[in-house]
């Protein structure tokens, strides 16, 4: 039985280590890397007057960035106590990707520029955090296959998901690693227990 318990804290304290630390790395890596593809071609073609589309472009690279760093090292963690395909990441890109893209066309629509929402820009983080609803309930959604078939009530992670990625802009993502760590810690070690027979 304390074996059983040491293995659950160990995951548990790796899990949510892990994502303290990936998160605003992540985030720091996707920004930096959205900001050098919009200087490279508003030097090279568009000056200042970057296509609106652009924006767009933007939040797919910076959340790429963001969902392969933190998803790869779910994955790396996840592998050494269960089956996993590493789909597991492409689920978590996908999700980022789809999410951004239907908040992009909306805000589009709405003439409301996406950058505007971030916390750093004094934006509504409210908005933001409901863009990071509906991706971590895309990402959940992507991801649950993979539990399903090994696992009863895998569905949670779903809502988990969804829940812990809103946590993220609330929490000014150095805090929200910390938090969505916590929290989806601990979802998948009640998760992992429901093993079906």
Same mark, same amino acid.
């Given at each position: 039985?304390?074996?059983?318990i040491? =293995?659950?804290?160990?995951?548990?304290l %790796? #899990?949510t280590?892990?994502?303290?630390?990936?998160?605003?790395?992540?985030?720091?890596?996707?920004l930096?890397?959205?900001?050098t593809? $919009?200087?490279?071609?508003?030097?090279?073609y /568009?000056?200042?007057? *970057?296509?609106?589309?652009?924006? @767009?472009? =933007? /939040?797919?690279?910076s959340?790429?960035?963001l969902?392969?760093?933190? $998803?790869?090292?779910?994955? +790396? *963690?996840?592998?050494?106590? @269960?089956?996993?395909?590493?789909? #597991?990441?492409?689920?978590c890109?996908?999700?980022? @990707?789809?999410?951004e893209?239907?908040?992009?066309?909306?805000? #589009? %629509? +709405?003439?409301?520029?996406?950058?505007?929402?971030g916390?750093?820009?004094?934006?509504s @983080?409210?908005?933001?955090?409901?863009?990071? +609803?509906? $991706?971590?309930?895309?990402i959940?959604f992507?991801? /649950?296959? *993979?539990?399903?078939?090994? /696992?009863?009530?895998?569905?949670l992670?779903?809502?988990? $998901?969804?829940?812990? #990625?809103? &946590?993220?802009? &609330?929490?000014?993502f150095?805090?929200?690693? *910390?938090?969505?760590?916590?929290?989806?810690?601990?979802? +998948?070690i009640?998760? &992992?227990?429901? %093993? %079906?027979?």
């Amino acid at each position: 039985m304390n074996q059983f318990i040491d =293995n659950k804290t160990r995951f548990f304290l %790796k #899990w949510t280590l892990w994502s303290a630390f990936l998160i605003p790395g992540g985030a720091g890596l996707g920004l930096l890397a959205a900001i050098t593809f $919009s200087d490279f071609f508003a030097n090279s073609y /568009y000056g200042e007057d *970057l296509p609106r589309s652009f924006e @767009i472009a =933007n /939040y797919w690279i910076s959340m790429s960035i963001l969902g392969t760093v933190i $998803s790869l090292a779910q994955w +790396l *963690l996840l592998r050494r106590n @269960i089956r996993l395909s590493p789909l #597991w990441i492409l689920a978590c890109i996908g999700g980022f @990707i789809m999410g951004e893209s239907i908040a992009g066309v909306i805000l #589009w %629509k +709405l003439e409301i520029d996406r950058a505007d929402l971030g916390w750093a820009q004094g934006g509504s @983080i409210l908005a933001e955090a409901l863009i990071f +609803l509906f $991706s971590g309930a895309l990402i959940g959604f992507f991801q /649950y296959p *993979l539990l399903k078939k090994v /696992y009863h009530k895998a569905e949670l992670w779903i809502v988990v $998901s969804a829940i812990a #990625w809103a &946590l993220v802009p &609330l929490t000014i993502f150095i805090f929200g690693g *910390l938090i969505l760590g916590a929290i989806t810690g601990a979802a +998948l070690i009640w998760i &992992l227990r429901l %093993k %079906k027979e």
